[in-house]
């Protein structure tokens, strides 16, 4: 089974601190994908990557910048904490384009707040 | 806006099959049918998906129209823990320039399955 593993399942920091999200995958996926989640919003999307080094802005990457160094890893990072980026982060996995049949594989969701 | 439309609600006796319907009247040829279901503060959980013919797996079964208009999702022995919200998303399975990555999941439909 793909399992996809995110660091940490709740935060709490304080506004302008540096926050960093990680995210592991262990089914050698070439896509991986951040998103946001909030109430009456669903699911948005803020960066992602098809490959190592690779990224690509989403719907709502303002605030956000991202990192994958390995292929396995795709980390989200704050630069500095705002209330309105508290929410619940979501990262999810996919196989490359010609394996790819659109399934997307979730992590267990970082709930952050921001104080 | 999602291109679906699901009930907001349904109740499902334990060990009853569960038919969570979804109607997708303006699905393109080259669109996919994908279900999701999120368990209350995990990330979203892949069940299945399909373009024209039925489809089952280990989790589910997915019975599309002839028109591909509507289908429906079967959870064949719904358990206590199959209570959940089950989102119905239509999409191409790849596309470059981050369509990949955009999952619009709509309100979905909560399932309660009750003892």
């Known amino acids: 089974d793909v399992k996809v593993t995110q660091s940490s399942r709740y935060l709490v920091k304080r506004t302008g601190e540096k926050v960093f999200l990680e995210c592991v995958q262990d089914?050698?996926?070439?896509?991986m994908f951040w998103y946001r989640q909030d109430p009456g919003l669903g699911l948005r999307l803020i960066y992602f990557?098809?490959?190592?080094?690779?990224?690509e802005k989403g719907d709502i990457p303002e605030g956000y910048s991202v990192s994958r160094e390995k292929k396995e890893r795709f980390s989200l990072i704050l630069e500095s904490a705002s209330t309105n980026q508290t929410s619940m982060y979501l990262c999810?996995?996919?196989?490359?384009?010609?394996?790819?049949?659109?399934?997307?594989?979730f992590g267990e969701g970082s709930r952050l707040t921001v104080l | 806006d999602a291109k679906t439309t699901q009930p907001p609600s349904m109740d499902c006796a334990e060990g009853r099959a569960a038919n969570l319907p979804c109607n997708h009247s303006?699905?393109?040829?080259?669109?996919?049918v994908y279900w999701y279901r999120q368990i209350h503060s995990q990330g979203p959980q892949y069940i299945i998906h399909?373009?024209?013919n039925n489809e089952t797996n280990e989790m589910a079964s997915l019975i599309i129209t002839e028109d591909r208009k509507s289908s429906t999702l079967i959870l064949p022995h719904a358990t206590l823990r199959d209570t959940a919200v089950y989102y119905c998303?239509?999409?191409?399975?790849?596309?470059?320039?981050?369509?990949?990555?955009?999952?619009?999941f709509g309100k979905g439909t909560k399932l309660s399955v009750k003892p």
């Open positions: 999810a996995s996919s196989l490359g384009t010609t394996r790819n049949t659109g399934e997307l594989f």
């Open positions: 089914m050698d996926h070439e896509n």
């Open positions: 990557s098809y490959d190592v080094k690779m990224k």
């Open positions: 303006t699905i393109s040829g080259n669109e996919y």
């Open positions: 399909g373009l024209k």
């Open positions: 998303i239509v999409r191409v399975a790849w596309d470059y320039g981050g369509s990949q990555g955009n999952l619009i």
